[in-house]
């Protein structure tokens, strides 16, 4: 096993016994292996976006234990973790760190949240998280970190490169860390989206990172494809 792998399991053993440490804890009343758990805790069943999990039911994910006069929820066996049960992990040439060790709790909700794909927050509050430089900060490959404006709206890959409030050239939506990054993994170094992930690729479909660049740059001048006619007539000649 190399020394990568042999971290990573690792990592994955510490992410499962923590979880379980945390999820282990004496409910105050007993219970029964079908009781009812949304009739207190109905707060992790509503919301803008829910679990899928959860509308299957409490059981989906966790059980009840009972150990002499004392009663345990945790979580149900899982080879790695319980998400990877449903959600199957991908091996990518690149991984984000977090999804590669199981620590999907680190951005989601694994009941509810208020914005998509159930993430704890906006996509630039989770990822500047780790990745906001600050005079603490440690460099290092595996957590690499950017320098910001004071209002975090622009400074990455450039001093004006804006990576919020402005508007995405491609998806016509706010610009974000995920305008140019993959969450969870890649076919490229520092997670950078590659051509065929870019929508309507008009260019090509290399994954070279000059594409991505380009295709953003050349949408939001104007450039990004030439008229029907005259490629129709290019064509003809």
């Given at each position: 096993?190399?020394?990568?792998?042999?971290?990573?399991?690792?990592?994955?053993?510490?992410?499962?016994?923590s979880?379980?440490?945390?999820c282990?804890?004496?409910?105050?009343?007993p219970?029964?292996?079908?009781?009812p758990?949304?009739?207190?805790?109905?707060?992790?069943?509503?919301?803008?976006?829910?679990h899928?999990a959860?509308?299957?039911?409490?059981?989906?994910?966790?059980r009840?234990?009972?150990?002499?006069?004392?009663?345990?929820?945790?979580?149900?066996?899982?080879k790695?973790?319980?998400?990877f049960?449903?959600?199957?992990p991908?091996?990518?040439?690149?991984s984000?760190?977090?999804?590669?060790?199981?620590?999907?709790?680190r951005c989601?909700n694994?009941h509810?949240?208020?914005?998509?794909?159930?993430l704890?927050?906006?996509?630039?509050?989770i990822?500047?998280?780790?990745?906001?430089?600050?005079?603490?900060?440690?460099?290092?490959?595996?957590?690499?970190?950017?320098?910001l404006?004071?209002?975090?709206?622009?400074g990455?890959?450039?001093?004006?490169h804006p990576?919020?409030?402005f508007?995405?050239?491609?998806?016509?939506?706010e610009m974000?860390?995920?305008?140019c990054?993959m969450?969870?993994?890649?076919?490229?170094?520092?997670?950078l989206?590659m051509?065929?992930?870019?929508?309507?690729d008009?260019?090509?479909?290399?994954?070279?990172?000059n594409d991505m660049?380009?295709?953003c740059?050349?949408?939001?001048?104007?450039?990004?494809?030439l008229?029907?006619?005259?490629?129709?007539?290019?064509?003809?000649?």
């Open positions: 096993m190399t020394l990568r792998a042999r971290l990573r399991s690792i990592l994955i053993a510490g992410v499962v016994l979880a379980g440490a945390v282990a804890e004496q409910h105050p009343v219970l029964e292996a079908n009781s758990c949304l009739d207190c805790h109905s707060d992790h069943a509503s919301g803008g976006q829910v899928a959860v509308k299957q039911g409490c059981t989906s994910c966790h009840v234990e009972n150990r002499s006069d004392a009663t345990y929820v945790v979580l149900k066996p899982a790695t973790i319980v998400c049960d449903c959600h199957e991908k091996t990518y040439a690149y984000h760190l977090p999804y590669a060790s199981g620590m999907c709790m989601h694994p509810t949240a208020e914005n998509p794909h159930l704890r927050a906006k996509v630039n509050a990822c500047l998280e780790c990745h906001l430089r600050r005079p603490e900060s440690m460099p290092s490959k595996h957590m690499p970190t950017i320098a404006v004071s209002d975090n709206s622009m990455h890959p450039y001093e004006r990576v919020s409030k508007r995405d050239a491609l998806t016509g939506e974000s860390c995920l305008s990054h969450a969870h993994g890649g076919g490229q170094a520092n997670l989206r051509g065929a992930e870019i929508p309507e008009a260019l090509n479909q290399n994954t070279e990172t660049c380009r295709k740059h050349m949408r939001m001048w104007g450039f990004d494809r008229p029907t006619k005259k490629k129709n007539k290019a064509k003809a000649n």
